[in-house]
């Protein structure tokens, strides 16, 4: 069974950072894609970066040169380093995996960390 847990969410001026963290608990291997999402009030979800199973990450254009995806194999830990934050960045952002290829639903996702950018 996997489990993933988010952290570093938080209130941030417009132009700040935050570096978002998802803990995995359980297996986790490199036959998996993993992914970034977030939800603003009122919308739906939405795919911000993705990391597939050749290790390859792709981002949304709105945060492209932005935002960054890592993934710590050794902490089993990926991270989401956010620069230049706008307000309409604000919203709850959670991890997701799945197994196999990033081009379907995902199975597994966390409680997600809230974000707020203030202008």
């Known amino acids: 069974q996997v489990q993933l847990a988010e952290s570093g969410g938080g209130s941030v001026q417009a132009g700040g950072s935050l570096r978002l963290s998802c803990a995995v608990f359980g297996y986790v291997g490199n036959g998996y894609c993993m992914a970034w999402f977030r939800q603003a009030p009122g919308k739906g979800r939405e795919a911000v970066a993705t990391?597939?199973?050749?290790?390859?990450?792709n981002y949304a254009d709105f945060v492209k040169g932005r935002f960054t995806l890592t993934k710590d194999n050794g902490e089993s830990i990926m991270y989401l380093q956010m620069n230049s934050l706008a307000p309409e960045d604000t919203a709850r952002y959670y991890c997701?995996?799945?197994?196999?290829?990033?081009?379907?639903?995902?199975?597994?996702w966390g409680q997600g960390t809230q974000v707020t950018v203030s202008s």
């Open positions: 990391r597939d199973v050749q290790g390859n990450t």
């Open positions: 997701a995996a799945r197994y196999g290829s990033c081009n379907g639903e995902m199975k597994y």
